[in-house]
């Protein structure tokens, strides 16, 4: 199983359920963090590959030897089309057929959202960049302090990007309505939001659900 994007949540969710873990990763400091976390939790043999590299540069991996991908990272983080394009190549190369990718996009509506949330700058001062950011989804630090460099899409260009490699499984938006309420959910007793997260589940692969959301999740069977 490769992991891009490696932020140590789902690593550690993945290694104590036995699975063996490739760590992708462009910051060292991160790789490093997530491997001292894996070693003090008793889940140092859960490491079977610790990368500093690019999503779209997996040269260190050979073909067809893996069972799961999660590119989470990558496809929001990679600017140029082309950079994009191999991230999911370089995914298709390295799984098994019949294998497993999850990927995660970020809907280009949550730039705005966040603009209009937080009032980092004014509407007024940005028409310009407005224009061109719908057309090409693309952020910078100047634009977008909370997220810096980063590639915002539509529900059609991501699914788009899987189209030739893998067979849908899933398509989803994964807050659904609940984008703008995270806190409100995570502070509910467990009980309580088990029954909205069910909820999020089963509304979160129609039309309304994925529109609202700010994360794409695809999940796909390699052809």
Not at 68 to 77: I, S
Request: overall charge neutral; aromatic content about 8%.
């Amino acid at each position: 199983m490769m992991v891009p994007g490696v932020g140590g949540h789902y690593t550690e969710f993945l290694a104590r359920r036995g699975c063996r873990l490739h760590l992708v990763d462009v910051s060292a400091r991160l790789l490093d963090a997530v491997t001292e976390k894996l070693r003090k939790g008793g889940l140092a043999d859960a490491l079977a590959g610790c990368h500093h590299a690019s999503g779209a540069r997996l040269e260190g991996l050979p073909s067809e030897c893996l069972d799961l991908v999660l590119l989470m990272g990558p496809l929001y983080h990679l600017l140029s089309l082309q950079e994009r394009r191999r991230s999911v190549q370089e995914s298709a190369r390295i799984l098994k057929k019949g294998a497993t990718l999850f990927a995660a996009g970020i809907n280009r509506l949550a730039y705005l959202r966040d603009l209009l949330r937080m009032n980092f700058a004014p509407a007024s001062e940005r028409v310009a960049f407005h224009h061109q950011y719908l057309r090409d989804g693309n952020l910078d630090p100047e634009h977008a302090p909370p997220i810096g460099w980063a590639h915002l899409t539509t529900a059609a260009e991501f699914l788009s990007r899987f189209e030739e490699r893998f067979e849908r499984t899933a398509f989803l938006g994964v807050e659904s309505f609940t984008t703008m309420y995270q806190k409100t959910v995570s502070g509910l007793p467990a009980a309580e939001a088990e029954l909205w997260l069910d909820l999020v589940e089963e509304t979160g692969q129609t039309p309304e659900g994925i529109g609202q959301s700010d994360h794409f999740l695809f999940i796909g069977r390699k052809l």
